[in-house]
T-cell receptor, first 114, second 108 residues
Framework: DADVTQTPRNRITKTGKRIMLECSQTKGHDRMYWYRQDPGLGLRLIYYSFDVKDINKGEISDGYSVSRQAQAKFSLSLESAIPNQTALYFC?????????????FGPGTRLLVL | DAKTTQPNSMESNEEEPVHLPCNHSTISGTDYIHWYRQLPSQGPEYVIHGLTSNVNNRMASLAIAEDRKSSTLILHRATLRDAAVYYCAGTSYGKLTFGQGTILTVHP
């Protein structure tokens, strides 16, 4: 089974709708991240969490919110989706005790906002 | 945060070495340099990372310039399965800042 899972894998929604993307991990890592990928722009950090009680904004947090429900779960919400939030979203985890902190990525969620 | 720049694309022939460059001129002394690759329809996967010294693992080698302002990912013998987008990233306080990525095409 995959160590980092994301649900759903694909989602189509309409402008103004609230949606939630979920991420779960079985790696036992304390740190979790949400990234957005757009063509030609690489991966950009939306939010990150270093433990259950810690939430931090990343480079592009406007229009997004997150919830760290448990060590293993980190959800990303779009309160009112807009078309320019159409993108590929990745969740990642890392172990703070590992030098250099390699990140492990999920398979991604492809989101289309109409 | 460390800002990285990479060429948009590179090409190689199968069985030949590939050198993928990355500039990270704003990297601080304690930031690690990471490389990830992304195969089609998959999430990024870790390739290698280093701080100051050159590093080798089963996938690749990482050569880091003495001033740490640039690095080169070396694939010693490219295979068709190495065709992917390769990302260079700097780390700062646990966060990765990715470059735009280099699309590597491998010709049979």
């Amino acid at each position: 089974d995959a160590d980092v899972t994301q649900t759903p894998r694909n989602r189509i929604t309409k402008t103004g709708k609230r949606i939630m993307l979920e991420c779960s991990q079985t790696k036992g890592h304390d740190r979790m991240y949400w990234y957005r990928q757009d063509p030609g722009l690489g991966l950009r950090l939306i939010y990150y969490s270093f433990d259950v009680k810690d939430i931090n904004k990343g480079e592009i947090s406007d229009g997004y919110s997150v919830s760290r429900q448990a060590q293993a779960k980190f959800s990303l919400s779009l309160e009112s989706a807009i078309p320019n939030q159409t993108a590929l979203y990745f969740c990642a985890t890392s172990d703070s005790g590992h030098p250099g902190e390699t990140q492990y990525f999920g398979p991604g969620t492809r989101l289309l906002v109409l | 945060d460390a800002k990285t720049t990479q060429p948009n694309s590179m090409e190689s022939n199968e069985e030949e070495p590939v050198h993928l460059p990355c500039n990270h001129s704003t990297i601080s002394g304690t930031d690690y340099i990471h490389w990830y690759r992304q195969l089609p329809s998959q999430g990024p996967e870790y390739v290698i990372h280093g701080l100051t010294s050159n590093v080798n693992n089963r996938m690749a080698s990482l050569a880091i310039a003495e001033d740490r302002k640039s690095s080169t990912l070396i694939l010693h013998r490219a295979t068709l399965r190495d065709a992917a987008v390769y990302y260079c990233a700097g780390t700062s306080y646990g966060k990765l800042t990715f470059g735009q990525g280099t699309i590597l095409t491998v010709h049979p």
